[in-house]
Structure formats: structure tokens, C-alpha cells
């Protein structure tokens, strides 16, 4: 059964910055690491959003939501099956729990991106929470 494992998160006052990671283990029987993670987030009454994605499987290209372009970074860490966001200049809008999604099928080849959606991934972490304090 595949796991993501997210560490990261915390309170932290607006304009500072806080590190989210990922770990996703490989899913015995896909024998391989997951084409597309991403990073979403969630508040209380809203839709869950994508934040940024990134294609594991080549290209390595990420994508962000609009909000946050200029301000996280996501990128793979030192082991391919894990997943980094960096976030700066934070805001008390980016108060949420944050989800650390994955899918290991040839379907998200190619869609790999913020438009993909929630369904788009099989895999969920629990979530970590993002505080903002103005």
C-alpha cells in the first residue's frame, strides 16, 4: 500500500517562510516511483486546491497556482520519491492543511499540473498544518 509521509508545517508569522516535505513509498506493485506529486491545500468550507505540482516521470517541470507563483518552490528531494515545498514571504491566506498527493499511472503522463485536479491523484498524505499570523 503506498504511504505518503509529510513532515513540515507549523505557525509562523506573515512574511517568514516554513519547509514542507514528502516521502512516498514505492508501491510494490508499480515497482517504480510516483510520474506526478504534488502539493495541495485545504480550508475549512472550501474545494481542495492544487498549489504546485511537478512531473517525476521526465520533463521535471513544475507548475504553481497563480497565488503562490514567485513564492514556494516545489522540487524533488535528494531521493526521487520525495517531495519538497518551500514556501516564502508566507501570508495569512496561506493558512491551511497542506496534502501531499501522488499518482503512480500512466494517466497523468503529459497532465501532470495544477489543472490536473483532486481526482487526478490515488494517493494522499494525512495533511500538515500551514498557520499564518498576521
Known amino acids: 500500500q503506498v504511504q505518503l509521509v509529510e513532515s513540515g508545517g507549523g505557525s509562523v508569522q506573515a512574511a517568514g517562510s516554513l519547509n514542507l516535505s514528502c516521502e512516498a513509498s514505492?508501491?510494490?506493485?508499480?515497482?517504480?516511483?510516483?510520474?506526478?506529486m504534488a502539493w495541495f491545500r485545504e480550508v475549512p468550507g472550501k474545494e481542495r486546491e492544487a498549489v504546485a505540482t511537478?512531473?517525476?516521470?521526465?520533463?521535471?517541470?513544475?507548475t504553481y497556482a497563480d497565488s503562490v507563483k514567485g513564492r514556494f518552490t516545489i522540487s524533488q528531494g535528494n531521493a526521487k520519491n520525495t517531495l519538497l515545498l518551500q514556501m516564502a514571504n508566507l501570508k495569512p491566506e496561506d493558512t491551511a492543511m497542506y496534502y501531499c498527493a501522488a499518482d503512480y499511472h500512466v494517466d497523468i503522463i503529459g497532465r501532470c499540473a495544477v489543472t490536473a485536479g483532486t481526482s487526478s491523484f490515488g494517493y494522499w498524505g494525512q495533511g500538515t498544518q500551514v498557520s499564518v499570523s498576521s
Open positions: 514505492r508501491y510494490r506493485d508499480y515497482g517504480h516511483n510516483p510520474y506526478c
Open positions: 511537478i512531473d517525476m516521470f521526465m520533463s521535471g517541470i513544475a
